[in-house]
């Protein structure tokens, strides 16, 4: 069992930064892929970026690209998303998730993950 905790959401001006972490318990969090998602009252919930369990390689959503970063730090066993450039419509609950253990492809795939956290909100003012 997985249990993650994000942090680090808020409110910001257009432009701005921030940058949201994941706690994530247990010691196999090394071997895990490990994605960000965010989800609009109303609307579906969309994929944002991931990273592959080994960390060489990530994948993001067209509208974040060049604008959001995903990193992790093993000892810490912590997962962060550094967002730059924040626009109006990047407001939204931001979820942390985890897959199974050595679990490649399909990254953008809300279904092959199996942990969640509880979210985490993100404002962006005009």
């Known amino acids: 069992q997985v249990q993650l905790v994000e942090s680090g959401g808020g409110l910001v001006q257009a432009g701005g930064s921030l940058r949201l972490s994941c706690a994530a318990s247990?010691?196999?969090?090394?071997?895990?892929?490990m994605g960000w998602f965010r989800q609009v009252p109303g609307k579906a919930r969309e994929f944002v970026v991931a990273?592959?369990?080994?960390?060489?390689?990530?994948y993001s959503a067209d509208s974040v690209k060049g604008r959001f970063g995903i990193s992790r730090d093993n000892a810490k066993n912590t997962l962060y998303l550094q967002m730059n450039s924040l626009k109006p419509e990047d407001t939204a609950v931001y979820y942390c998730?985890?897959?199974?253990?050595?679990?490649?492809?399909?990254?953008?795939?809300?279904?092959?993950?199996?942990?969640w956290g509880q979210g985490t909100q993100v404002t962006v003012s005009s």
């Open positions: 998730a985890a897959r199974a253990a050595y679990y490649n492809g399909r990254y953008t795939d809300e279904d092959t993950y199996a942990y």
């Open positions: 247990g010691r196999t969090f090394s071997s895990r892929a």
């Open positions: 990273e592959s369990w080994t960390g060489g390689s990530t």
